[in-house]
């Protein structure tokens, strides 16, 4: 079983939609939790940090923990073609600032 | 301000050859980690510098090795190449001072091809 499980897609939605990324982990010892955005060919780009359970926002998005079911979200709102990108989920222990475990990547395609 | 820099961009070697990569963190930053990804995966972690110092590693075989600068730059070597290493190469700074707040901000990759 892989520590933190994501499903790849590809995840399809029309312009507008709200979308719904979601991770599993199996380690309760991970303490923060990120969400990365990489466009093709790129490098990941950090979107949101979070530590505690429950929501952050921050524009269209918001970030949800659930440290009891060892669960994460990343919602989008409004969604843009400009969205169209994979996510990915991460996550570290305390005390390993440098080493994050990654999901495998959701590739999310926004149509107009 | 840039950001983490990484050269080169694409690189092609074949198997059983040496590649080196590099990689400039941003200003202020004095730590460097390194992953790997795989076409169609997350990236997985490879090493963490911190003041010329290793801090973390990942589970990669001994062909892989890295050191970090004076000036907090950082290679990655990887010797005796398979065609499975062939993958972008990601390098990831952070101030490193505290890890407990620690964030990476990640350059945009290496392209290694392994004919």
């Known amino acids: 079983q892989k520590e933190v499980e994501q499903d790849p897609g590809p995840l399809s939605v029309p312009e507008g939609a709200i979308v719904s990324l979601n991770c599993t982990y199996s380690?309760?010892?991970?303490?923060?939790f990120m969400w990365y955005r990489q466009y093709s060919r790129k490098g990941p780009e950090l979107l949101m940090y979070t530590y505690s359970s429950g929501n952050k926002e921050d524009g269209r998005f918001t970030a949800q923990v659930d440290k009891s079911s060892k669960y994460i979200s990343l919602f989008i709102r409004d969604s843009q073609p400009s969205d169209s990108a994979t996510y990915l989920c991460a996550m570290r222990f305390y005390n390993q600032g440098g080493k994050l475990i990654f999901g495998q990547g959701t590739e999310l395609s926004v149509k107009p | 301000d840039a950001g983490v820099t990484q050269s080169p961009t694409h690189l092609i070697k074949t198997r059983g050859q040496h590649v080196t990569l590099r990689c400039s963190p941003i200003?202020?930053?004095?730590?460097v980690s390194w992953y790997q990804q795989v076409l169609g995966q997350g990236p997985q972690f490879i090493f963490q510098y911190y003041e010329k110092e290793e801090r973390g590693r990942g589970n990669f075989p001994d062909r892989f090795s890295a050191r970090q600068f004076p000036n907090y730059s950082s290679e990655l070597n990887v010797n005796a190449l398979l065609l499975g290493d062939s993958a972008l190469y990601l390098c990831?700074?952070?101030?490193?001072?505290?890890?407990?707040?620690?964030?990476?901000?990640f350059g945009p990759g290496t392209r290694l091809t392994v004919l």
């Open positions: 990831a700074s952070s101030l490193g001072s505290d890890y407990t707040t620690d964030t990476q901000y």
């Open positions: 380690n309760s010892a991970f303490q923060y």
């Open positions: 200003s202020g930053h004095k730590s």
